[in-house]
């Protein structure tokens, strides 16, 4: 396994989770539940009800590639939802179409006398790939809630800016599609999740790498307040909290990258004309270049492929960079979770330790004396430590700082918990595998080297996202106590470990405090 395959984004297990767990049995009959564009047929498996696949908007598909998502059409007969619909376009060999935009609901047999809180899960994949089938609702829901997941775009068809696309629907948002999708399924929870049992005024979305970037669009998104009531954020990335860290696009620079992209495969003018032979072109000449480890790649040189800039400042639904929105007190105020993990994502470019030490300008010396005082580390495991700090983990410990500062409750986390099985291989836990354990779904990682401290671990790590979710409060139930952080005391960080799970010192505070110094001084 590369090395780049061995971290990214979670791919690592697609599809392991649900190999992990089976298929669920059908039950007989399932359930039914009408929705406002028709009746969805469940399935019932073990004390859970599934809906799958369920249209949240009409096809992206011809004229409306690159359009808002649009309402679906209504269906009169009722829909059989015991299968995940098809992954949006990306390079994995995997089902997938442009036919994608399907959403999946978990619940509970038993729903209680009062609606259940709701948890939306956000996949991450650098924005280049992800899909829901990835992730199974069955155990999150056992606990109490109720789990939903979307299908948005991704790639270039999830984030493509055409000048020609603005004088088409000038009303329209633009460029962003896939965070567009994620905006409809939010709706479409609003209006039909209290006909599932669930409670529109208690919602939680959260997510990972790009998921978690993509729950950060939403925090700071004025066209979506209302739509939540709380939020996680694991491993949050494109965007990050730092807007040096991970860029966004301005409009104008995705719009001349999608033109170059136009020129590149023999489609010249910018006019609606040339809109058309870009929506005639094939799959397979839209998803060229653009898999995920490309675009890992891209956003450590800042060499993005054409045509595929990932998150782009609209002005409407991306209005600010998330930094500069939380700086001004401009986002939906919600308690958050936030934090990530003891071996996150490197992404930069560097070639000897120098590069790596000139990213620090001035307070390179600063730099050495606290990552390799003694010139002793390898070249790769200092790239590791010094771009996963850059990119993801002090960036969301300043998100937590941006948080606090506003006044809502923010818990900040690191997760270092590493399987049974594999801790002679990885000294932390590497990007996305906390997610098997904040799903409860521990065997997704090792399948049947899972050990009972990994179920645990899957336990404990689960239920404080529940009870959050349930209460806005992580704590509760007996679990060791997860205090509200506290920017004035960040030499201590909630770690969810190998040894035991609770607050003690956080080694990572000097290189953290370097960083933030460099960050606040641009």
Not at 3 to 24: D, E, K, N, Q, S
Not at 97 to 104: A, G, I, Q, V
Not at 290 to 315: E, K, M, N, R
Request: with cysteine.
């Amino acid at each position: 396994m590369s090395r780049i395959r061995g971290v990214i984004f979670a791919a690592t297990f697609a599809g392991a989770l649900a190999a992990a767990m089976g298929a669920p049995a059908s039950a007989a009959g399932g359930t039914a539940v009408k929705v406002d564009s028709g009746s969805v047929q469940g399935v019932e498996s073990s004390g859970v009800i599934s809906f799958k696949g369920i249209p949240y908007a009409a096809p992206p598909v011809g004229d409306l590639r690159w359009r808002d998502p649009q309402p679906v059409e209504p269906w009169k007969t009722t829909l059989d939802a015991a299968d995940f619909g098809p992954a949006c376009m990306q390079t994995d060999d995997i089902a997938k179409s442009e036919d994608c935009l399907t959403l999946n609901v978990w619940r509970p047999v038993k729903k209680g006398l009062r609606p259940l809180p709701v948890m939306v899960w956000i996949y991450g994949g650098a924005l280049a790939h992800g899909n829901t089938a990835m992730y199974l609702g069955d155990a999150l829901a056992k606990q109490g809630v109720i789990m939903v997941s979307m299908n948005y775009r991704v790639g270039r068809f999830g984030f493509f800016a055409f000048p020609a696309l603005a004088d088409e629907a000038p009303n329209d948002l633009i460029g962003n599609y896939g965070y567009f999708d994620q905006l409809a399924a939010l709706k479409w929870v609003q209006r039909n999740i209290a006909a599932f049992g669930g409670d529109p005024k208690q919602v939680t979305i959260f997510g990972e790498s790009a998921g978690g970037g993509s729950v950060m669009v939403h925090l700071t998104s004025p066209l979506s307040k209302g739509l939540f009531a709380r939020a996680i954020l694991q491993s949050p990335g494109v965007p990050t909290a730092r807007s040096e860290s991970l860029p966004l696009s301005s409009l104008a620079n995705a719009q001349s990258s999608a033109v170059d992209y136009a020129k590149s495969v023999g489609i010249t003018g910018t006019d609606a004309a040339a809109l058309k032979q870009l929506r005639g072109l094939s799959t397979d000449d839209l998803l060229a270049d653009v898999s995920a480890q490309q675009v890992v790649a891209g956003l450590g040189s800042g060499h993005l492929p054409l045509g595929f800039p990932t998150s782009i400042l609209d002005g409407k639904l991306v209005a600010q960079t998330p930094d500069a929105a939380f700086a001004a007190g401009n986002w939906n105020k919600v308690p958050v979770i936030v934090g990530a993990n003891s071996r996150d994502l490197d992404v930069g470019a560097a070639a000897t330790k120098d590069d790596l030490f000139a990213l620090f300008g001035a307070k390179a010396d600063d730099a050495r004396k606290l990552y390799d005082p003694d010139g002793s580390m390898t070249f790769e495991e200092l790239k590791q430590q010094v771009l996963a700090d850059k990119t993801l983990v002090e960036p969301a410990r300043h998100l937590a700082d941006e948080v606090a500062a506003s006044g809502e409750p923010v818990w900040l986390y690191r997760f270092s918990y590493v399987a049974t099985a594999q801790r002679a291989q990885l000294p932390g836990t590497l990007h996305g595998f906390e997610i098997p354990y904040t799903m409860d779904l521990p065997a997704a990682i090792v399948g049947n080297k899972v050990t009972d401290d990994d179920k645990k671990m899957g336990v404990l790590a689960s239920a404080y996202r529940v009870s959050f979710a349930k209460s806005g409060d992580p704590n509760g139930g007996g679990r060791p106590q997860w205090p509200k952080y506290d920017p004035k005391a960040n030499d201590a960080v909630f770690n969810f470990g190998n040894a035991g799970t609770g607050v003690g010192a956080d080694a990572l505070k000097a290189r953290l405090d370097l960083w933030a110094s460099i960050y606040d001084a641009n």
